[in-house]
């Protein structure tokens, strides 16, 4: 997987600014078609311990 900023620091998966997971899932965010990034979400988010 490419490289991948996140500024969510408070995810499980942050490790210095940056996603550590094997793997993400992005999706719509309350609608049926984004129409920018405010419109997606990560949903591999997890609270961290
Ligand atoms: S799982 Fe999502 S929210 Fe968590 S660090 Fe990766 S991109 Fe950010």
């Known amino acids: ?4 900023k996140c500024t969510v620091t408070e995810c499980h998966y942050n490790k210095d600014v940056m996603c550590d997971a094997p ?3 992005v999706n719509h965010r ?3 078609y ?4 405010e ?11």
Request: charged share 20%; aromatic share 4%; net charge positive.
């Open 23 to 25: 793997m993400i899932q």
């Open 1 to 4: 997987m490419g490289s991948i």
């Open 39 to 49: 419109e997606t979400q990560c949903d591999t988010f997890k609270p961290q311990k």
């Open 34 to 37: 984004s129409q920018g990034s």
């Open 30 to 32: 309350g609608v049926k």
